[in-house]
């Protein structure tokens, strides 16, 4: 039997409203359960609007007008409201201030609001709640209040929230946007956990070296449309797709100095390049 | 001459959020573009926010462009700085574009055509120019983060602080930024960019300060920034692709910068 895709768009287009184009699409893909896709693009291509779009936001909060399908886990969102597909999705905001409840006054509360809002035992939710605050590097902050923490100790909150969740698809906005480096790096090291605990994941991302070092899959989107799907090696190297995204740090050192093409796309294949 | 001197500056939010304790931070900044990097919380914006009066320090003294911040209000601050915040929806708040970039010089009361002249040249240096008429909340946030670069730069301050400007931008806004950041530190003008990206820190700017646990590690030349690598983990940052990479080459010192990568290159034996 033929696996249910976790993100399934069909001819899909959508239109926030007040506006005279649509933001995404056609746009036709298909996510399935354990894959890791990244997806880049320019500023305006769709990232967001895409996760909104599978997560159900656009337009059950948004409002504009939606056509074609949108369905995840088999399901077309527009029918299925947003609490109930959060217990198995979940997305991580841009702007982490978005996320905040904003009903909660220590990081370890807020972090339990989304279980503690699908009802479950409290030894369960404070298993969970321990568990995000461990894996997001929060622990010594736990009885701070959200609004004393910096942008990026927020951005973490706002990850721990998610992934007390524990969801099945996972949608991220830019997530490591505003974390030092370390920060990136500690994140993307409890991503490659839940990837190969086999939870899909959806990384809308700019740092091209991470997308190309992580994710199996790339997007490259323009005007709402998908330009390029496949490879981040092949996906890197075409040139509508370098015109528009961009590349990878060390593809451009490469280029710089007269290699490919092919472009090396990761640390490793540019040492190697660059070596012969 | 230096525009930023900081002496002996300590800051706390509380007793239970200290920041900068004694003997306090000490810190002088030429007229350049300069970098502040560090670990999250390490007290980057808290020392950004000290510079034009938002926060005011417990104990030590604050001189920016000659003016003691101490004796002024923040709005007597806002002629000598211009600050772009972290977060674009902490500081707009007009209804277009045009009104956001232009109300810093008018409430500054300067004349009209000023202004006018003014906006024009921050929203074309921004990218802004075709959307001078749209509700800064109908741009999706790196947008709304050139809103924020647009309106520091309209009351032309000689001193110019941006919040993570790389935020949301892609690769094109990158290169905008870059450029922007280069041709206001080459005007003579003090631009401080708080940023993450360290390759952009590589490529444009000149000086760097590296702040970890509330503690000046490192300030000065961008290039020698990154040569102790004990000094960069701890304070949660990275090389420079360009760097990481010549050093896997063998490079010792390794460049930084693509320039520098680029000119290291092509003298190596092949």
């Known amino acids: 039997m033929a696996l249910t895709p976790s993100v399934t768009l069909a001819g899909a287009r959508y239109r926030y409203p007040d506006t005279e184009r649509d933001a995404l699409g056609p746009i036709d893909l298909t996510v399935l359960p354990g894959e890791w896709v990244g997806v880049v693009g320019p500023t305006n291509a769709g990232k967001s609007t895409l996760c909104y779009a599978i997560i159900g936001l656009a337009p059950q909060f948004f409002g504009g007008r939606l056509r074609g399908e949108v369905s995840v886990f088999g399901s077309p969102t527009a029918s299925q409201p947003v609490n109930e597909r ?46 995000a605050l461990r894996l997001t ?8 209040h959200p609004l004393d923490l910096s942008g990026g100790q927020l951005q973490r909150l706002a990850l721990a929230a998610l992934l007390a969740m524990r969801p099945e698809l996972l949608l991220l906005d830019e997530p490591t946007s505003q974390l030092d480096p370390a920060g990136s790096r500690a994140l993307f090291d409890v991503l490659r956990g839940l990837h190969a605990a086999g939870t899909t994941i959806v990384m809308v991302e700019h740092r091209l070296e991470a997308v190309a070092a992580l994710c199996p899959r790339v997007i490259a989107l323009g005007e709402g449309r998908v330009l390029a799907d496949g490879a981040p090696a092949e996906v890197f190297n075409r040139p509508e797709v370098q015109a528009s995204a961009g590349m990878p740090a060390f593809a451009r050192l490469a280029a710089l100095v007269g290699k490919g093409p092919p472009l090396p796309v990761t640390f490793e294949a540019a040492v190697e390049a660059l070596r012969g | 001459m ?31 573009a300069i970098a502040l990097v560090g670990e999250n919380g390490a007290g980057k914006t808290t020392l950004t926010k000290l510079l034009n009066g938002l926060l005011r320090p417990r104990a030590g003294s604050v001189v920016v462009a000659g003016t003691p911040v101490a004796e002024r209000s923040v709005a007597q601050m806002a002629p000598v700085i211009g600050y772009a915040f972290q977060n674009p929806d902490d500081q707009l708040f007009e209804r277009t574009v045009r009104d956001e ?39 999706v946030l790196a947008e709304r983060k050139w809103v924020t670069i647009a309106s520091a730069l309209a009351a032309d301050p000689p001193v110019v602080i ?25 005007q003579g003008r003090l631009v401080l960019v708080v940023t993450h990206d360290i390759d952009f820190v590589a490529q444009a700017c000149d000086w760097t300060v590296v702040l970890s646990r509330g503690l000046v590690r490192y300030s000065g030349k961008t290039a020698l920034a990154f040569a102790d690598e004990g000094r960069i983990e701890e304070a949660g940052l990275e090389l420079p692709a360009a760097t990481r990479l010549a050093r896997a080459l063998g490079a010792d010192p390794a460049p930084v910068g693509d320039e520098a990568f680029t000119a290291w290159y092509r003298v190596q034996p092949a």
């Open chain 2, 162 to 186: 941006l919040d993570e400007p790389t935020l949301g931008q892609d690769w094109a806004g990158r290169e905008r930024l870059h450029a922007l950041v280069r041709a206001l530190g080459g």
């Open chain 1, 86 to 131: 959060s217990r198995r999705a979940g997305l991580l905001f841009q702007n982490p201030f978005t996320q905040l409840s904003g009903a909660r006054e220590r990081v370890d509360e807020e972090v339990a609001f989304g279980p503690e809002a699908h009802g479950l035992p409290q030894a369960e939710v404070e298993e969970r709640v321990a568990e």
């Open chain 2, 101 to 139: 970039v232009a109300f810093g010089p008018r409430v500054m009361g300067r004349p009209k055509e000023t202004v006018q002249a003014a906006v024009d040249r921050a929203l074309d240096l921004c990218g802004l120019a075709g959307q001078a008429s749209t509700h800064p909340h109908d741009l």
């Open chain 2, 2 to 32: 230096a525009e930023i001197v900081l002496r002996s500056v300590c800051f706390d939010y509380s007793s239970a959020v200290p920041v900068f304790r004694e003997p306090g931070i000490t810190l002088s900044l030429p007229q350049a």
């Open chain 1, 137 to 144: 590097g929060l622990q010594d902050l736990r009885a701070r």
